[in-house]
């Protein structure tokens, strides 16, 4: 398992649209082979801040079975208009 870490920084104002089109988008990645989990977070402190957390069975799961997809493009498509900047992403693996 390895969980995917992305950190969105959301142009200041478009907080509640980007959430709106998360809400609708995440059905994109919901339904990829090797998804085990997911879940958007907002900043306390810093709302236009949001981290997305994903469980994937492998780094492959990620980028072979979603990002290598048409349904990437319709992912990035709702929800890319609100970034700030790219987001930053990383895949993490457990400490035993």
Known sequence: MVLEVAEISITPGQEAAFI???????KHVAVSPGLRSMRMTQGVESPSRFVL???WDS?????QGFRETERFGAWRE?????????PFVEHF???D
């Open 20 to 26: 709106q089109a998360y809400r609708e988008a995440r």
């Open 53 to 55: 957390i994903i469980e």
């Open 59 to 63: 780094v492959e799961a990620h980028e």
């Open 78 to 86: 709702a929800i890319g208009p609100h970034f700030a900047k790219p």
């Open 93 to 95: 693996a457990d400490v």
